[in-house]
């Protein structure tokens, strides 16, 4: 079965650090990927995508995630986090073969410290 | 354009009732999908539905069942209500959902709570 895996479930960090979350997947067959935020009492919002071509993509507020074939995964990376940014983040997958599924990992929850 | 919307936002129900959840897609937006979200299970698929027709359907027993309307609308209702029905249920739109290289955009959810 497919399944969505998110390394971290709490990321703690200081303004300005450096941010990388994982997520991996395992599905052998052609895969669109997303990054969905939740910011605290809002709806979830699409921060990023990949369905094909070049496997960096970058998304909305400076995100950027990177699509590793070879890995099965598709990291989210931001140089510089704000406060602002404090919020959960979930990765997810939609296989070409099944219409509008959405399998989703976890969530990492973000604490970003001023 | 507006977003999704999602009716009622909190629903408070006691075990055994019945419930029925509604979603307004985007305009033109064909595609509606349901998740369920709780805190141990996180984001789980239910159903999607096309054309008023289901088109995919997640792991969940009968008592979660769906619909979709000629306007694109859609219901979702829990029959016999269990205690681990609580939660937050997102509804999400597409153009087409089928092919798949399409974005999800979702609503704000409607809380249930079972007592």
């Known amino acids: 079965a497919q399944s969505v895996s998110q390394h971290n479930h709490h990321v703690i960090l200081s303004e300005a650090a450096s941010l990388e979350l994982g997520c991996n997947y395992s599905?052998?067959?052609?895969?669109?990927l997303f990054w969905y935020v939740q910011y605290p009492g809002q709806h979830l919002q699409l921060l990023l995508k990949?369905?094909?071509?070049?496997?960096l993509v970058k998304g909305i507020k400076g995100f950027e995630a990177e699509f590793i074939k070879s890995k099965f995964s598709f990291n989210l990376r931001k140089p510089s986090v704000q406060w602002s940014d404090t919020a959960e983040y979930f990765c997810?997958?939609?296989?070409?073969?099944?219409?509008?599924?959405?399998?989703f990992g976890q969530g990492t929850e973000l604490s970003v410290k001023p | 354009k507006a977003g999704v919307t999602q009716t009622p936002r909190y629903l408070i129900k006691t075990r055994g009732q019945q419930v029925t959840l509604s979603c307004s897609p985007i305009?033109?937006?064909?595609?509606v999908s349901w998740y369920q979200q709780t805190p141990g299970q996180g984001l789980q698929f239910l159903f999607e539905?096309?054309?008023?027709?289901?088109?995919n359907k997640g792991n969940f027993p009968g008592r979660f069942s769906g619909r979709q309307f000629s306007n694109s609308r859609s219901e979702m209702n829990v029959s016999t209500l269990e205690l681990g029905d609580s939660a937050l249920y997102l509804c999400?739109?597409?153009?087409?959902?089928?092919?798949?290289?399409?974005?999800?955009?979702f609503g704000p959810g409607t809380r249930l709570l079972v007592l």
């Open positions: 997810a997958v939609n296989a070409n073969n099944q219409g509008g599924k959405l399998i």
């Open positions: 999400a739109s597409s153009p087409r959902g089928g092919l798949g290289q399409e974005t999800q955009y």
């Open positions: 990949y369905f094909s071509g070049d496997p």
């Open positions: 599905y052998g067959g052609t895969v669109n």
């Open positions: 305009s033109g937006h064909r595609s």
């Open positions: 539905y096309f054309s008023e027709t289901q088109r």
